[in-house]
């Protein structure tokens, strides 16, 4: 928040108006009436005022901030444009805060996003949950077929949005998904860094670096291992300084460790479990310059709880609500 100095305050050194006092003479009236058309006569003519004059200082209009306009308010909205639904509670202000939330394998945006809701609504902001129909999360070839199409799609939507909703809408988006959903929340902000305030992804199992090269060798990190053709997939190259202020929150369940549940062409550059990919992420995105919090859930296995939900909405919310520095 911009603090600007309060117009209209005493300025110092200046003595403080009175009253004018009774029983003046005619003389004196006449006097003062003479200044004051010889002063008119200035102003109009652009005569410079005598030397010695003192006048006291206009203020420019453009000096003169604007107060500022009331925040339009939403009616309110659930509706379901192509596969994105969209959901803006009654009260909504300007500029519109959007939580993109990304389901999982199997799922749809309509019922991922509706336990959401008294979440959201609670603090006016405006939910988009898309349903992507993924194909096969174990082939790293279909991932990057998948994330061409999905990510662009879900850049394009969020550019509409000011004309669905009638509203101006903030232009940083925070994102929520869960397994596969928090994979595409992660390359999300990996691609379009610029739109991003903050990603909370829940028990992913695989994730994209935020490298071009990775190992002692530097071999070259092709998506969806990591971004160095990210240009030739997206047509917009990694940009590392603006993804570096993206915050991160990962959730993952203690009990998700199973090496048979992840795909193993991954193992190399992040592990062989949700478990310890989930830390080796952490330290990957740290490395990269972006804020992290790794939150453990001591008797989760691999599911979207009522907790992990609480967790991670709340750690958006300290987010997009942190004084500006």
């Avoid at 790293?140 to 999905?150: C, L």
């Amino acid at each position: 928040m911009i603090n600007r100095a309060v117009r209209g305050a005493p300025v110092k050194g200046a003595r403080p108006m009175r009253r004018p006092r009774r029983g003046r003479s005619i003389a004196a009236v006449f006097s003062m009436a003479l200044v004051l058309l010889a002063a008119l006569a200035f102003g109009l003519t652009g005569a410079r005022p005598p030397a010695g004059a003192v006048f006291a200082e206009e203020q420019s209009v453009q000096d003169i901030a604007p107060a500022a306009a009331p925040g339009r308010v939403h009616q309110g909205m659930h509706r379901t444009f192509d596969q994105f639904t969209v959901h803006v509670p009654t009260g909504a202000r300007e500029p519109l805060t959007v939580l993109v939330a990304l389901h999982g394998i199997g799922g749809t945006g309509e019922d991922f996003s509706a336990p959401l809701y008294p979440l959201t609504d609670a603090r006016g902001w405006v939910v988009v949950a898309p349903t992507f129909g993924y194909g096969d999360w174990r082939d790293p070839g279909q991932v990057t077929k998948d994330e061409t199409r999905n990510l662009p799609q879900l850049a394009a939507f969020l550019d509409r949005l000011p004309e669905i909703t009638g509203l101006n809408v903030n232009p940083t988006v925070n994102l929520y998904g869960f397994s596969r959903g928090g994979q595409t929340a992660e390359r999300f902000a990996l691609i379009y860094p610029e739109r991003v305030a903050s990603v909370a992804m829940a028990s992913s199992g695989t994730y994209t670096l935020p490298v071009r090269t990775f190992g002692i060798e530097d071999r070259t990190a092709h998506f969806p291992y990591g971004v160095a053709d990210c240009a030739e997939l997206f047509g917009r190259g990694f940009d590392a300084e603006r993804f570096a202020q993206v915050s991160f929150w990962i959730g993952i369940g203690r009990r998700d460790s199973d090496p048979a549940d992840v795909p193993h062409q991954w193992d190399p550059y992040i592990g062989d479990d949700r478990l310890e990919r989930a830390g080796r992420i952490a330290i990957a995105l740290y490395d990269a310059g972006a804020s992290v919090q790794v939150v453990e859930f001591p008797d989760t296995g691999h599911a979207e709880t009522a907790e992990v939900r609480a967790a991670a909405f709340r750690f958006l919310a300290s987010v997009s609500e942190a004084p500006a520095s």
